[in-house]
């Protein structure tokens, strides 16, 4: 099958972090082919949601203390709950305004390539159905009325007793392939991942739990959605719970139709042109996504059953440790999301130190292990987190591995400082890394990853790597800072200074972290 065949993503792998010569062709934003920031569905039947959301989230009652007898969420609690993890969260006004529309999650020149589509059974207001959130209008588009349960539970292979939503993460390529083209769809995965971990949070932050599937069958997910192929696919897919959520349990009721069959088609009615006239122009973007999909319950299983090998032991040297954090936020999450920034386009931040404290608080808790299909219960993350600290009050500036609990940063380097910034540098030049505080690298073993999930290991490592980045984007919101999340950096440079090279192991993500400087732009909150 297509998926096994790994040398379509190693090689994707290979151009977007070390070749990126080859797929150097930008589209211009304003060109004729750029399309909408939203997708809207204007025909379809509307479902308007509570406008005022919550300034805090807990405002809001957790499901299991409402005490009625709807099996699904509030109308108070989907509102907050979509709002929060893809709504539009500001309106930037005043001259230098580029990008004007932010959410609460990072994006590529806000372009937000990532779509949200829920399943909701009987809810307060709601009827069951299948459902596309417009965050323009912040409202739900009704695609299909009716119980898909018995769908979703064939096509995630999981069972899904007790499900308040099951909440479809897609990626609308041609909204960030316009311009990045081939580049695209690592952009895509890593934003999805963002997304995915920040609907985590704010779904905790309500009382639920949820479990991220990076393993489903593509082809009747992506049909039961209305997704248009090679135009749009489901990424990731995360059933939520009012209790917590239980481990997966992969059997599948026998009598369940197959699931090709069991839906039409829809007729795609959306706002807006979402391909280019050339499909040349970011054939690779769809060239790995078609071949990273799986067709059958048993590739499931398989992957679900795979293990990808955890980090080697760090190597002796300083340890730094971390101070324990506080047991709860200092902030609500709602506070805290509105501030989450990445700073300006050309970010130079201010130069003074932050306190060990800060970083602590911004790296302890950034590798937690979180409930997903990919092992049983909660795994922890793919990912590893290589720190190089420039400005930390009582830390010597230098290159640090964090242990995975969260509590020690290991010296890695006796390279001076100043040498590694040199070849740490990022390109192009948008960000300045000499005023930042911390430059922290995601690490993970791509050439494992392949192995156990085939080409789609690309996509659940680059997801896996976004879920961190975004919860070290949200705690350095907590202490004041920016967190700019980047691809820019020489990623075979940064495996020698990490000494990393040929161990299969690379940057497949960058944050980072500094205090932004006042600018005359005008950032108006959202509040609906």
Not at 194 to 199: I, R
Not at 247 to 262: G, K, L, M, Q, S
Request: proline share 9%.
């Amino acid at each position: 099958m297509a998926n096994h065949d790994v040398s379509i993503a190693a090689d994707y792998w290979r151009v977007t972090l070390y070749d990126r010569h080859e797929i150097q062709d930008l589209g211009e934003e304003g060109d004729p082919e750029e399309p909408p920031r939203f997708k809207i569905h204007p025909a379809t039947h509307r479902h308007p949601l509570r406008q005022r959301v919550p300034h805090r989230l807990t405002e809001l009652e957790p499901p299991a203390a409402r005490g009625d007898e709807t099996p699904g969420l509030s109308a108070s609690a989907l509102s907050g709950l979509l709002h929060y993890t893809l709504g539009v969260s500001r309106v930037d006004l005043g001259p230098g305004v580029v990008w004007p529309y932010h959410r609460h999650v990072a994006s590529a020149r806000c372009f937000f390539p990532t779509e949200l589509y829920v399943w909701l059974p009987p809810s307060e207001g709601v009827e069951t159905g299948v459902y596309h959130y417009d965050p323009a209008h912040h409202a739900l588009a009704r695609l299909r009325p009716g119980d898909y349960r018995a769908l979703l539970e064939r096509v995630l292979v999981t069972r899904l007793d007790g499900a308040v939503a099951v909440v479809l993460l897609t990626s609308l390529f041609w909204k960030n392939a316009f311009r990045y083209r081939h580049y695209a769809y690592r952009l895509c995965t890593q934003e999805s991942g963002l997304v995915a971990g920040n609907l985590l949070m704010v779904a905790a932050a309500l009382g639920l739990g949820g479990r991220v599937h990076y393993q489903f069958l593509d082809d009747p997910l992506n049909r039961l959605l209305g997704l248009v192929p090679d135009e749009e696919s489901t990424l990731a897919a995360v059933p939520l719970y009012s209790a917590g959520a239980p481990e997966a349990d992969t059997t599948v009721p026998a009598e369940t139709p197959d699931p090709a069959t069991r839906v039409p088609y829809l007729s795609p009615d959306h706002r807006g042109v979402f391909a280019a006239s050339d499909p040349e122009l970011w054939s690779r973007t769809r060239h790995i996504d078609r071949n990273s999909r799986m067709h059958d319950p048993a590739e499931v299983v398989a992957a679900r059953e795979a293990s990808v090998p955890t980090a080697p032991p760090v190597e002796p040297g300083p340890v730094v440790e971390l101070p324990e954090e506080p047991a709860t936020p200092t902030r609500d999450l709602a506070v805290t999301l509105r501030a989450r920034h990445s700073g300006p386009m050309l970010f130079a931040p201010v130069a003074r130190p932050i306190s060990r404290a800060h970083l602590a608080r911004v790296l302890r808790g950034a590798v937690e292990p979180y409930p997903c299909d990919s092992a049983p219960g909660i795994r922890t993350p793919l990912v590893e987190c290589h720190v190089f600290v420039r400005s930390v009050t009582g830390t010597e500036p230098g290159l640090y591995r964090l242990s995975a609990d969260g509590a020690l940063l290991h010296g890695s380097s006796d390279e001076p400082s100043d040498e590694l910034l040199r070849r740490l540098r990022v390109d192009p030049p948008t960000l300045s890394i000499r005023a930042a505080n911390a430059l922290v690298y995601l690490v993970g073993n791509r050439e494992a990853a392949l192995a156990a999930y085939g080409n789609r290991g690309f996509r659940v490592l680059s997801q896996d790597a976004g879920i961190v980045a975004h919860r070290i984007s949200v705690r350095s919101a907590e202490c004041g800072l920016a967190a700019r999340v980047h691809n820019g950096y020489q990623a075979a440079e940064v495996e020698s200074c990490l000494r990393i090279s040929g161990t299969g192991r690379s940057p497949v993500f960058f944050v980072a972290i500094g205090a932004r400087r006042p600018t005359s732009i005008y950032e108006s909150a959202m509040f609906c």
